[in-house]
């Protein structure tokens, strides 16, 4: 089979001018480099594409693929991880993982967290500010803990993100408003323990492969996975698959909210314990970082004596599934 691959290029953008914080999420040539490798070891020939502007120019060349292996984040807008499913979509052309209206939705945190809430599934109590004048709305009992409403990589999370009282969450608000020229999302403050499970599969085929306890040194910063604890994990993070009763719970949550949201093929599901131990769903990561070395996902299926070329041959087995190829 001949797959594309499309992708955002980190060094690409750090050419172009873009700071190490904005160009977080994408990818290092070794990831690609790994994909690629993996895709031909599994016996498909391939060829790089790269980002949603390539992608256009490859297409009114009239190229075409029989599957493109997704990994765009895209750089604009709150549906930028949405632009290449949608250009594929409109050439009826396969694809690997989320489609157009899933990548769209599940960026988006409170949109996100308002389908699977409404759905049952268990997640901590939110509300969305857009402006400054929403921040005196906020009627949340405190700790409360604020993030960019549609960022990953932990991007705009530090220190300062878990606040105890209104002056202290107006003081975070106005720093992260116009930094990030988006909305927050201001949840009710987890104290526990936190985790990610890895699932691979669509639908009822859907299945865990395991769910890690991400730790935090005393070199990290508090209270959230943020930008840096990830940039710098060797030092900041410790990880460990977690076999007992709680790994059970937090699996049954993060399938529960991957089927709702109808995600497809690979991802993760990030959760935190409330104080009483109950485990609540925090995001869904529908593109999850692929990086063979460093990124959550790929250590989740080291850590469970998975091979990266297994992973990416079972991502494939689902697209195709899908697909009827």
């Known amino acids: 089979m001949t797959v594309g691959l499309t992708y955002d ?45 390539q992608l256009v120019n490859r297409l009114a060349k009239g190229d075409r693929w029989e599957m493109v292996f997704n990994i765009c984040e895209g750089m604009y807008g709150v549906g930028r991880e949405a632009q290449v499913p949608a250009l594929l979509d409109a050439y009826n052309i ?88 988006q909305g927050l999302i201001i949840e009710t403050y987890l104290p526990g323990r936190e985790f990610t499970v890895a699932i691979v599969g669509t639908g009822e085929d859907a299945r865990s492969l395991g769910t890690m306890e991400v730790i935090f040194t005393e070199q990290a910063e508090a209270h959230g996975y943020s930008y840096l604890n990830k940039e710098f994990y060797e030092n900041r993070i ?9 790994a059970r719970a937090c699996e049954d949550v993060a399938l529960s909210a991957w089927k709702v949201l109808s995600c497809r093929d690979g991802g993760r599901v990030d959760l935190r314990l409330d104080q009483n131990g109950v485990p609540g769903f925090m995001e869904v990561n529908p593109l999850a970082g692929l990086n063979p070395v460093h990124s959550d996902l790929p250590i989740i299926c080291r850590l469970q004596g998975i091979g990266y070329k297994q992973l990416i041959q079972m991502i494939m087995v689902s697209a195709q599934k899908r697909m009827k190829i």
Do not use: M, W
């Open 9 to 53: 290029l980190r060094s690409d953008y750090l050419k172009e001018g873009f700071s190490e914080e904005e160009t977080a999420e994408f990818d290092k040539e070794e990831t690609v480099a790994a994909i690629e490798t993996a895709l031909q070891d599994l016996g498909h020939s391939t060829d790089r594409i790269g980002h949603v502007r």
């Open 94 to 181: 396969p694809y690997t993982f989320s489609d157009t209206l899933i990548l769209a939705l599940t960026l988006h945190k409170g949109l996100t967290k308002n389908v699977v809430r409404d759905c049952g599934v268990p997640t901590p109590d939110f509300t969305v500010v857009s402006s400054k004048r929403d921040i005196a709305s906020v009627s949340l009992p405190y700790p409360l803990f604020i993030k960019p409403v549609a960022e990953g990589t932990g991007k705009g999370i530090n220190a300062k993100s878990k606040v105890d009282n209104p002056a202290e969450l107006e003081k975070v608000c106005l720093e992260l408003l116009p930094s990030y020229s």
């Open 238 to 246: 410790t990880y460990r698959i977690v076999d007992e009763p709680i």
